[in-house]
């Protein structure tokens, strides 16, 4: 009950003129961004970050959250009318949406993910609204120590499991964290690899890493690898509507694709990417329909599409409740938080209930905004696609570069932007993960001070970790994501070699 | 697809980087005076385990490189046929950019950017590129620095706007 009351406090706030705008910029601002392949979510949030440290935070941060699911929507058009997918989350999408296109069923195709999104963006809310108060109630018991323990499982599952490869993954969170050390030690005032230059006392801005792995990085690899083809537009012929047929089949790979995402979300292991693997899997095997699969199923769309969504509302429970970022988007709105000196957690809900309550209601709005602007308004956004690549790209690096050398008119920024960008194009052409940068320098500095805490309480003692029964347990499951996979694996060859 | 060679000089490269940059870490975290306070747990506790995290990831991608390369790298054709040309004329713009913005201004230098960009591109076309960055520049200034109250260089248009 006294959820329902805070969340309806939260809706006197969502509803007001002022912050109805805010949502519909956002959630409009998220579709278009979703839609141009190149530009994402974090980029953009990062790019906005310096133009709104004077607003609202309540604000600012409905229009942030309305960018992030704003994208999923977005994404998905991409995916099913071109053959690059216009974001990481709508691969699967890519496949069996641009076939269905190819075979002249674009508009089913767009309705089932755009009705799909909806249902799971709802539902995950729901569901956020009912978790949120339980794991606060939970986290109020937590010390330095425990938020030292949940910080480095985070670290751990963003970097080592998702992705093809653990090693690759950690020098990437490692390279993060060490970003993060740039500038002054919190605690003691202390320079902190400086190098002697000024400019990098107040540490490495995260809108310049953002903007430089995702902008210039990116556009350098894009240019550089994958220039060569044109991409392929399909056309939207015939009705957009879905048959009833359409119908039958979509409506259970949404309720899936949401029960799949919204705990990938949740837990600490980000990423929209594995629940839509999951989900397209699960409606190859359970389709009534086997031969469509791989020449455009409507069941392959709708449920990862009802996935990334039910997923990307779902990493809002970490972040909102505990502090804790899963993806790059996720971390930057962290950044964002900090830029008005909150600290989202669950002290936040008690300081700050009016802004927490009133973005998850505004999350509802968002939902119902997103399907009338992704579902009649289609065509409008498929005009963005025809934005030829060279223009878009440019214009992605006007804003770039107008992002860095904006934070403090230094052409300095724009010299670490261009590092950044080189580092993020070889991290690409490595397929090195860049999501574990923007955790790592993000959480880095919030985690070193939880240690440093629970070491100041303890005296020095680090048995303080296991001794805690919270913080053992974490760190338990901890070492067991991060060495039972590569033990198991081996385990399991060796029985391979012995049978066979 | 053609077999993967047994060395990558590549991702050794960058495995030799990571460990670098580790030892690096490790090195100039002697340099940070240790507060002894009671008890206290000082500014050099965590570069210590970041440049040592480094330094041994390195060492196992550093590994893999050399026994038949990174493990699980996704198969990219295109990543065979390397356009470095554009690669040079985007690079190009950037550093222009920074070089040229504090005394010719957001307008011109954005422009120039925006110009390079598409060509690195492949646009033949450079009086649309030409006509489209001089649009994009100006709105773009207007909007920040009338509308947001940024302040961006305005190089030789100074007093126009």
């Keep these: 009950m006294e959820t329902f009351s805070a969340l309806l406090a939260g809706f006197a706030v969502a509803l007001t003129p002022v912050n109805l705008v805010w949502g519909f910029v956002g959630v409009t601002l998220g579709t278009a961004i979703g839609v141009l392949p190149g530009v994402g979510p974090a980029l953009t949030i990062a790019l906005l970050l310096p133009a709104t440290a004077k607003v ?21 058009t991409t995916s099913i009318l071109l053959n690059t997918p216009g974001e990481s989350a709508t691969i699967v999408t890519a496949m069996e949406g641009n076939l269905m296109a190819k075979r002249g069923r674009a508009g089913p195709a767009l309705a089932t993910s755009a009705i799909g999104s909806f249902i799971a963006g709802t539902i995950a809310t729901i569901l956020l609204t009912v978790m949120a108060p339980i794991v606060v109630d939970f986290a109020l018991k937590f010390g330095p120590a425990e938020y030292f323990a949940v910080m480095v499982l985070a670290f751990t599952t963003v970097s080592a499991v998702l992705g093809a490869s653990a090693a690759r993954g950690l020098a990437s969170l490692f390279f993060g964290l060490a970003i993060g050390l740039i500038g002054l030690d919190s605690q003691t005032g202390q320079a902190r690899f400086t190098l002697g230059i000024p400019e990098l006392l107040d540490g490495i801005d995260v809108v310049v890493v953002a903007v430089g792995l995702f ?62 693997f999951l989900s397209y899997a699960i409606e190859k095997k359970l389709t009534k329909h086997p031969d469509e699969f791989g020449k455009g199923a409507i069941e392959g769309v709708a449920g ?13 429970v970490p972040l909102l409740t505990l502090g804790l970022p899963t993806t790059a988007t996720a971390a930057i709105i962290l950044a964002a938080f900090q830029q008005w000196g909150l600290q989202p957690g669950p002290l936040l809900f008690e300081t700050q209930p009016l802004l927490i309550w009133g973005l998850i209601a505004s999350m509802y709005t968002g939902n119902v905004i997103l399907l009338i602007l992704n579902l009649p308004l289609v065509g409008i956004w498929v005009k963005l696609l025809q934005i030829p690549r060279p223009l878009l790209y440019a214009g992605i690096l006007i804003f770039a570069t107008l992002g860095a050398y904006g934070l403090r008119n230094s052409w300095f920024d724009l010299l670490l932007l261009y590092l950044v960008g080189l580092i993020g194009f070889l991290m690409r052409r490595y397929d090195i993960p860049v999501a574990p940068v923007l955790v790592g320098m993000i959480l880095g500095p919030l985690a070193e001070q939880q240690f440093r805490r629970a070491l100041a309480i303890s005296q020095g003692d680090l048995t303080i970790f296991v001794r805690q029964p919270i913080s053992a347990t974490v760190l338990a499951i901890t070492a067991l994501v991060l060495f039972g996979p590569p033990i198991w694996r081996r385990l399991s060859a060796r029985k391979a070699r012995r049978t066979g | 697809m053609t077999a993967r060679a047994a060395v990558h000089p590549g991702e050794l490269a960058i495995s030799l980087g990571l460990i670098a940059l580790g030892s690096f870490i490790i090195y100039e975290t002697q340099g ?24 041994l990831c390195g060492a196992v991608l550093g590994w893999h490189a050399i026994s038949g390369g990174w493990r699980h790298v996704p198969l990219d054709e295109g990543r065979e046929r390397p356009d470095w040309i554009a690669f040079g004329v985007i690079s190009a713009g950037v550093v222009l950019h920074m070089v040229i913005i504090g005394w010719a201004g957001f307008i011109l230098a954005s422009i120039l950017l925006f110009v390079l960009v598409a060509r690195g591109f492949g646009s033949k076309r450079p009086v649309r590129d030409a006509v489209t960055a001089i649009i994009l520049a100006v709105a773009v200034f207007l909007i920040f620095t009338q509308g947001l109250g940024l302040n961006l260089p305005k190089g030789p248009f100074e007093g126009v706007f």
């Design chain 1, 215 to 276: 902008a210039v990085g990116e556009t350098l690899y894009i240019a550089t690898y994958f220039n060569r083809e044109a991409d392929k537009l399909e056309k939207m012929k015939g009705s957009i509507w879905m048959t009833k047929s359409d119908w039958k089949r979509s409506w259970m790979p949404w309720l899936r694709g949401t029960a799949l995402g919204f705990p990938f979300g949740t837990i600490p292991a980000g990423g929209a990417e594995i629940p839509t």
């Design chain 1, 56 to 76: 609202d935070p309540t604000g600012a941060l409905i229009m942030f959250a309305g960018i992030y699911y704003g994208a999923m929507f977005g994404g998905s």
């Design chain 2, 32 to 55: 940070i005076a240790e507060t002894q306070g009671y008890a206290q747990i000082g500014p050099r506790l965590f570069p210590y385990l970041i440049g040592v995290g480094l330094a």
């Design chain 1, 304 to 316: 990862p599409e009802a996935a990334n969504n039910a997923s990307a509302t779902g990493t809002l």
